[in-house]
């Protein structure tokens, strides 16, 4: 058979292109093609590069914002010397006693007392109950004796360079627990008033300002007030206080022998648990577990029984059967931080562990020289 070559398709002057194959393609990248191809994935691959480099920045920068931004409003603005006093914060739930003085001078450590307030928040029971003290009132002091509510301030600056002894001798005289504090001067006090209106005033929780002022107002808190507050709880506290009618908030007048609801001073978690607790002494001074239990049942506290302990302790400890709410008030009332639950060694050393829930033992953390 006769070897026949077959002709293409196609049509006279038309040259058909062959199918762009592998081959082609190889052949293209070394006349040249290749070499814009790469570069312009490289350029798309360092674009992408960056854009995950510059999401990460936006991020940190981010994230390093609303921490410090969480730290300002968070962080106490109280000066670092006076510290604070309670590990409790203002949470709108729990009861809270936030006490607030003016003094003659704020910048002295040997200013005197011209006005003195305990306002003690009682959210559950949509209550403020404001006990005003007077500054001439005489007060017992141990080791120093009697003087007036108004040299507290400088007796404590003078003693210890800090506000033990001025909340130590104010929680026994009131027979409350002290969460906070706020001072003020009359020339930060006139500040404040320019801010948030003439009328307002630490005791008077209805002159309060609005909580949203508090945002752009806290340079003006730094510069006027002392406390331990830090600028979230004082945002809770005047949310709290716009909630409260002219009638939940209530003043009085204190007094020891003062004819005042007794019932105020209760707190509602000791008062419903009823948990029996044990006060003892584990110092050489005298009388020191009577002004604490005396401290507890005022709040509600179910005393079982008051003595001494076998053992000499230089800090407090409080010691439990099981955790409670009751627990972390007394811990959080009497400013005792060593919390422990009960072991058989603690009951062979202390037998009357044995019989109560709560077991305070005095160290001489709570003794005022």
């Not at 559950?124 to 301030?153: A, M, Q, R």
């Amino acid at each position: 058979m006769p070897n026949i070559k077959r002709k293409k398709p196609g049509s006279a002057g038309i040259t058909l292109r062959k199918p762009y194959t592998k081959k082609a393609r190889k052949q293209s990248v070394s006349k040249g093609y290749g070499f814009s191809a790469k570069l312009s994935r490289k350029v798309k691959s360092t674009i992408t590069r960056s854009g995950y480099i510059v999401v990460g920045i936006v991020f940190l920068i981010t994230f390093v914002s609303f921490f410090s931004l969480y730290r300002y409003y968070k962080n106490p603005l109280a000066d670092a010397g006076l510290g604070s006093l309670s590990t409790k914060t203002f949470d709108q739930k729990t009861d809270y006693n936030l006490l607030s003085l003016t003094l003659s001078d704020k910048q002295e450590k040997s200013s005197k007392i011209e006005e003195i307030n305990l306002i003690m928040f009682r959210p559950n029971l949509t209550k403020v109950y404001v006990l005003e003290i007077d500054p001439k009132d005489d007060i017992f002091i141990k080791g120093v004796g009697y003087d007036t509510v108004s040299n507290l301030y400088a007796l404590s600056n003078l003693k210890d360079d800090n506000l033990d002894l001025l909340v130590n001798v104010l929680e026994g005289y009131l027979s409350q627990p002290i969460d906070g504090f706020v001072f003020v001067d009359p020339i930060g006090l006139d500040k404040l008033k320019v801010h948030f209106g003439n009328e307002f005033e630490f005791s008077n929780v209805k002159s309060f300002p609005n909580k949203f002022k508090i945002i752009g107002n806290i340079k003006l808190l730094k510069s006027s007030i002392s406390t331990d507050l830090s600028a979230t709880e004082i945002y809770n506290i005047l949310e709290l206080s716009a909630n409260f009618s002219d009638n939940s908030v209530i003043h009085n007048k204190f007094k020891p022998e003062a004819d005042i609801d007794k019932d105020i001073f209760k707190s509602e978690v000791l008062s419903t648990e009823k948990q029996l607790i044990v006060i003892l002494n584990a110092t050489s001074t005298p009388g020191l577990a009577s002004d604490y239990a005396r401290i507890l049942k005022a709040q509600g506290g179910e005393i079982l029984s008051i003595g001494n302990s076998e053992q000499k302790l230089e800090d407090s400890i409080i010691y439990y059967h099981e955790l409670t709410d009751s627990v972390e008030l007394v811990s959080q009332n009497l400013h005792i931080t060593d919390v422990r639950g009960i072991t058989p060694q603690n009951i062979k050393d202390e037998p009357i562990m044995d019989r109560a829930d709560i077991i305070v033992i005095l160290g001489k953390d709570k003794v005022m020289d």
